[in-house]
């Protein structure tokens, strides 16, 4: 099992299974934090790791919406995703596929829950099921955990500014 927390995220890879499950715990309300993943021009400061810049092509929170974006490096290089949301997104949860376009074919269909701790506080989980154990590997091994530790260090920065208004 794949289990470790970075800046107090927590991810949880059980061996044998084609699932990745994380945790982190936001000091704003649930109404704060679901605006940040479903206001486009907030996700853009915070989604991803702060090497790359964020243009986001389309993001369209319905059901049966699709969404697009793309992390931009320095040096020009675009990696691209894209996916369906799946049911109405509410403040309860979200449900959407997950696809990195550098590796068309391997859709993952992850699920957001946020909740409310009753102190002001959320607790944000989201649980991914892939295809296949190796696709899943694969996005452990390759930075998933450091770019969502970093990505909600920056949501908690937005977060901050939020409250504060």
């Not at 243009?55 to 320095?74: M, N, P, Q």
């Not at 391997?106 to 991914?128: F, I, K, N, Y």
Request: glycine share 10%; net charge negative.
């Amino acid at each position: 099992m794949t289990t470790s927390t970075t800046a107090q995220l927590a991810l949880v890879a059980e061996p044998g299974l084609p699932f990745i499950d994380t945790e982190r715990i936001l000091d704003a309300p649930r109404e704060l934090v679901f605006r940040c993943f479903t206001d486009p021009e907030l996700l853009r400061q915070w989604l991803g790791p702060k090497r790359y810049e964020m243009r986001i092509d389309e993001y369209d929170v319905r059901a049966g919406g699709s969404w697009r974006y793309v992390h931009v490096a320095d040096d020009g290089a675009e990696y691209g995703f894209h996916g369906v949301f799946h049911g109405e997104p509410t403040i309860d949860g979200m449900l959407q596929t997950f696809e990195f376009e550098g590796a068309p074919g391997h859709v993952a269909l992850d699920r957001l829950t946020l909740e409310d701790l009753g102190d002001g506080r959320t607790r944000a989980r989201t649980h991914s099921a892939y295809q296949s154990i190796e696709a899943r590997d694969a996005m452990v091994s390759n930075g998933m955990e450091h770019g969502m530790a970093e990505g909600y260090e920056r949501m908690d920065e937005i977060l901050a500014r939020l409250r504060a208004s």
